[in-house]
């Protein structure tokens, strides 16, 4: 049978990842699909000083995008080049001429990814985003067609491989946040810039797609609660030790009589969770169905291998519609139309509170913080000090019965006032997990 051509856009990690598997294990995939995937043309700005296979020396090699798109032996376009500006012209581009894609970038996937699929829908090709979201784990075929006849109440999970290596380095070792994004970025876990990932924005693109394909509708990821990890330290896991706790960079979507509540933010979460055993920079989805009860999916989060195998298999079976014909496509986003969210603020969200203060030691401090939250009908759970020498910069911790966010922060409001505060308290919700 006559192969399936792909043009292949972007040699970074995952382009090199991509790049590898095809060539080094084209016999294998051959023999799944009964026919073999080829590479017609690659694309990289630095093509000129990339050592490519030799399986590669009568593909097309270019610098120009266009030129991939335009070839007339392309049947499908990858596109691994990230952001959300050339990136979309590229997928829109291919739409235009007929030719299926397969992307693996969350940012413009949780931007304008059903928008996009309405495009391929039209055009008669489809539009594959596995690896978008976890890399090596087939989350969103779980979410598509392996789960798709329970319905969703929840799903809670760690996205971002760079915080949750930063955090549990944290854990183990008692370095400081700064010391550990050192040390991810010289390893090449962190970026130079890493706020899109420990300010919480790359698993923010992430929850937004995982959560239409759950729960159906269209999400803005600006509609997601978001917050970093940059105040966790060393004594919040001394702390959430106590309580039998760890903290992870948590999202969270889940159903409540309000509607869908989202967010990423670090959370304390029990440790004898299934989620609290997550490490370095692994990542894992939790689901709660209604019928199905409770599923669990865990994997490398990113890297050029398993990024590159959800890549390839999307190619795969992308390349089995081509060549037998798919009637009914199921769509990325597991539904046929995606209704419109309706942002339910993270004010309204309940749960019990974890508030560690620092302050400079001094005679009638809890009383003073008690009052404040007993203003706002919040009742204390516990108080816990451990031994520290200086009484100038003493941290501590108040946890709190369950609350609304919107309570909490007005108690927060409340204490600015107060004269022995450091900085302002840290604020975590100690979630329990489904």
Same mark, same amino acid.
């Given at each position: ?25 084209? &016999? ?33 090699? +270019? ?20 952001? +959300? ?15 299926? *894609? ?53 799903? %809670? ?31 090449? %876990?962190?970026? &130079? ?25 269209? @999400? ?48 304390? @979460? ?73 942002? *339910?603020?993270? +004010? ?33 759970? &516990? ?20 609350? +609304? ?30």
């Amino acid at each position: 049978m006559q192969p399936v051509n792909i043009g292949l856009i972007g040699l970074g990690n995952v382009g090199e990842g991509t790049l590898t598997i095809l060539t080094e294990n084209a &016999a294998h995939i051959e023999a799944k699909l009964g026919f073999p995937l080829r590479i017609a043309a690659v694309c990289s700005r630095g093509i000129a000083k990339k050592e490519l296979p030799a399986a590669l020396d009568s593909a097309l090699k +270019t610098a120009d995008w266009r030129d991939v798109v335009n070839h007339p032996n392309v049947d499908v376009v990858v596109e691994l080049i990230g952001g +959300t500006t050339t990136a979309r012209e590229i997928i829109e581009a291919a739409i235009a001429k007929g030719k299926s *894609v397969v992307t693996a970038n969350k940012e413009l996937m949780a931007l304008a990814g059903a928008e996009l699929w309405d495009r391929a829908i039209a055009a008669h090709i489809n539009l594959a985003m596995e690896a978008s979201v976890a890399g090596g784990i087939p989350i969103h075929a779980v979410l598509r067609e392996g789960i798709s006849g329970d319905r969703i109440n929840a799903l %809670y999970g760690i996205l971002n491989g760079t915080c949750n290596f930063i955090l549990t380095e944290i854990e183990t070792r008692g370095a400081s946040f700064g010391d550990v994004l050192a040390e991810a970025q010289r390893a090449g %876990y962190a970026e &130079a810039d890493p706020s899109a990932d420990v300010d919480g924005f790359d698993a923010r693109s992430k929850l937004a797609i995982l959560a239409a394909l759950a729960f159906g509708e269209r @999400i803005n990821p600006a509609d997601i609660y978001t917050e970093g990890i940059r105040r966790i330290t060393p004594v919040d896991f001394e702390y959430a030790h106590q309580l039998h706790h760890t903290i992870r960079l948590i999202c969270a979507a889940r159903q409540t009589p309000e509607g869908l509540i989202l967010s990423v933010r670090p959370s304390l @979460i029990p440790q004898s969770t299934i989620l609290a055993s997550v490490r370095g920079a692994y990542n894992a989805v939790w689901v709660s169905g209604q019928y199905g009860a409770d599923t669990f999916y865990y994997g490398r989060g990113a890297g050029s291998h398993p990024t590159g195998v959800a890549v390839v298999s999307d190619l795969m079976r992308v390349a089995r519609e081509i060549r037998s014909g798919s009637p009914e496509r199921v769509s990325p986003f597991a539904h046929a139309s995606l209704g419109v969210y309706k942002p *339910v603020p993270i +004010t309204l969200s309940k749960s019990a509170y974890y508030l560690r203060f620092r302050v400079e030691d001094r005679p009638g401090i809890i009383a003073q913080l008690a009052t404040a939250l007993a203003a706002e009908g919040i009742s204390i759970d &516990a108080v816990l000090q451990l031994p520290k020498a200086d009484w100038r910069d003493l941290p501590f911790v108040i946890t709190v019965e369950p609350a +609304t966010e919107q309570s909490i922060r007005a108690a927060i409001e409340r204490m600015a006032a107060l004269n022995f505060l450091i900085e302002p308290p840290l604020a975590l919700p100690m979630e329990l997990p489904l």
